[in-house]
């Protein structure tokens, strides 16, 4: 069983390193999506930095609903 605390960061990984770089390749049509993508990375990194457990995991939630 993974913690909140090994699950947050792997999925800011995953987010940062496969989702978004997917975005940028399709250029204009990708900015909205890169934005909100960058503004749940910084609640997430915030989130841990204060150890506010309610508000990583609402940034975890929120980390999870991006795909390709």
Not at 6 to 30: H, K, N, Q, S
Not at 32 to 45: F, K, N, S, T, Y
Not at 50 to 66: C, I, P, Q, W
């Amino acid at each position: 069983m993974e913690t909140l605390g090994e699950a947050l960061p792997r999925e800011m990984t995953r987010v940062r390193d496969e989702v978004m770089p997917a975005y940028r390749e399709i250029g204009l049509a990708g900015a909205p999506a890169l934005i909100l993508m960058r503004h749940d990375l910084d609640l997430a990194a915030k989130a841990m930095a204060e150890g506010d457990v309610a508000a990583m995991l609402r940034a975890y939630e929120a980390l999870k609903g991006y795909t390709l």
